[in-house]
């Protein structure tokens, strides 16, 4: 749920924002670019830019008049690594069992704001055919059981989904294509306490993701099985009892 109870300061929100509009496929904009996706006027938006520019946030390409990302998070990406690599380290021997007892890919999500990535995956030595996963990667929301798990704790407000621009892309027939559906998925999710897709992002595969939550009652992580829809049946209700055990131990361990 979110917090209505936290002020906001605007012109942080708005340098935030600008931020936010570099992405893996938007590594140079220009300002017109900037303030039209911010939605704020040219002015506005060119003393904004300026400011993160001066402190070294962004970079200014005066030849092509375009901004891209700068150096500043450079030496912030250190102190991050180290935090992520705490996370592992209580995290993977719990998560490689489970790769090893089941035969699946198992894995470690981590939040950021309204998404959620893989940071440890792990799989099994003596399979035949095994799930690969990207770490790192922006996955869809809707269509995979973190990302559903994300959306019930964190963006889920009053039986409204509190995202903007929330759009659907069919993935497979199975996919979730309307807010309606999705509610009601996430009612069962919530009674149930684990997240579960079948097919949805990919044809033939099935996974389950269960909540890693803070004292605030927010996801701050995931621990998730991804396999074979064939092989899920037979494994179902004792994973899942594993991945519940695991997510209480690693949650321990995260807010120690």
Same mark, same amino acid.
């Given at each position: ?52 520019t001066v402190n070294g946030l ?68 003596? =399979?035949?055919? /095994? &799930?690969?996963?990207? +770490?790192?990667?922006?996955?869809? $929301? ?5 990302? !559903? ?22 993935? =497979?027939?199975? /996919? &979730?294509?309307?807010? +309606?559906?999705?509610?009601?998925? $996430? ?5 149930? !306490? ?63």
């Amino acid at each position: 749920m979110l917090n209505q109870s936290i002020k906001i300061i605007q012109s942080v929100q708005r340098s935030i924002d600008i931020l936010n509009c570099f992405n893996d496929t938007s590594h140079h904009l220009s300002l017109n670019d900037i303030s039209q996706r911010v939605k704020l006027n040219i002015n506005t938006t060119r003393g904004l830019i300026n400011t993160l520019t001066v402190n070294g946030l962004l970079i200014h390409d005066k030849i092509n008049n375009l901004y891209s990302l700068g150096f500043y998070f450079i030496g912030k990406a250190n102190i991050i690594q180290k935090q992520v690599e705490s996370y592992i380290t209580s995290a993977k021997s719990y998560v490689d069992n489970v790769a090893e007892k089941y035969h699946v890919t198992a894995s470690l999500q981590l939040v950021n704001q309204h998404q959620i990535y893989s940071i440890y995956c792990a799989y099994p030595s003596n =399979t035949a055919y /095994t &799930i690969i996963l990207s +770490e790192y990667s922006s996955l869809p $929301l809707y269509a995979t059981s973190s990302g !559903k798990l994300l959306i019930l704790y964190n963006l889920y407000d009053n039986n409204k989904l509190s995202i903007k621009n929330f759009e659907f892309k069919k993935y =497979t027939p199975h /996919t &979730i294509m309307s807010e +309606e559906a999705l509610i009601k998925n $996430l009612d069962e999710i919530r009674k149930n !306490k684990y997240a579960s897709e079948i097919e949805e992002f990919e044809l033939g595969v099935s996974s389950m993701a269960v909540p890693i939550l803070n004292q605030s009652n927010q996801l701050i992580a995931t621990v998730s099985a991804t396999l074979f829809v064939n092989n899920l049946i037979n494994i179902k209700d004792s994973l899942l009892s594993d991945l519940k055990e695991i997510a209480n131990e690693i949650s321990n361990n995260f807010l120690k």
